[in-house]
Structures are given as structure tokens and as C-alpha cells.
Nanobody
Framework: QVHLVESGGGLVQPGGSLRLSCAAS????????IGWFRQAPGKEREALSC????????YYTDPVGRRFTISRTSAKNSAYLEANNLRPEDTGVYFC???????????????WGQGTQVTVSS
């Protein structure tokens, strides 16, 4: 059975950092591009970042720009999102997802985790 499980969320003060993890089971994550999305209360799910199958290409959307870094490791069948200089507007549920190619559209992704809550507040 295919599963993606996110972890690493929590409560952090503005300016702080978190490292989110995405662990896959039931399939080889290395065969897929990995995306990270975020959904804030009352808002649509938005794309944050994506890393290609090989890890050679990474993409970031404007809301996170150079503050976030996506990475992956085949050895652990996992992917990560390093979130730095967090702001209150970064609050939301963070999801990892897998697809054949990177895309900014949630509908293009095949597998989703249950999400991990990130709250940025003083």
C-alpha cells in the first residue's frame, strides 16, 4: 500500500526554522518528482516547491523563494523541506506529494500525505 507521511511540523516563532520530512512506503520515491504544498485555513492548497526525480532540478514559488530548500534522499526513500525565516503567513498544513513531473497544480499529483501542521506565532 502506498503511503506518504509528513513530519516535523510544530509551533515556531517568527524568524525560526523547521525541517519537514516526507517518508514514503509501498513505492520507490526515487521514481517520482516530489512536491510540497501548503494549505492555510480558508484558502486553497498552494504549491511551494518541487524537486525532480534525479534531484537535479528544484523549483520554488514566490511565497517561499529563497527561504525554503527542498531535498531528497533515495537511501531513506524520503524528501525534506527546510523552512527558514518563517513568517506568520507561512502557517498552514504542509503536504508532500508525488508525481511523474513537477507541477504547480495539485491536480497533477498522484499520491498525498496527510499533512503536518506548521504554526508560526509569537
Amino acid at each position: 500500500q502506498v503511503h506518504l507521511v509528513e513530519s516535523g511540523g510544530g509551533l515556531v516563532q517568527p524568524g525560526g526554522s523547521l525541517r519537514l520530512s516526507c517518508a514514503a512506503s509501498g513505492f520507490a520515491l526515487g521514481n517520482y518528482a516530489i512536491g510540497w504544498f501548503r494549505q492555510a485555513p480558508g484558502k486553497e492548497r498552494e504549491a511551494l516547491s518541487c524537486i525532480s526525480k534525479s534531484g537535479g532540478k528544484t523549483y520554488y514559488t514566490d511565497p517561499v523563494g529563497r527561504r525554503f530548500t527542498i531535498s531528497r534522499t533515495s537511501a531513506k526513500n524520503s524528501a525534506y523541506l527546510e523552512a527558514n525565516n518563517l513568517r506568520p503567513e507561512d502557517t498552514g498544513v504542509y503536504f508532500c506529494t508525488a508525481s511523474n513531473l513537477c507541477s504547480a497544480f495539485a491536480r497533477d499529483y498522484d499520491f498525498w500525505g496527510q499533512g503536518t501542521q506548521v504554526t508560526v506565532s509569537s
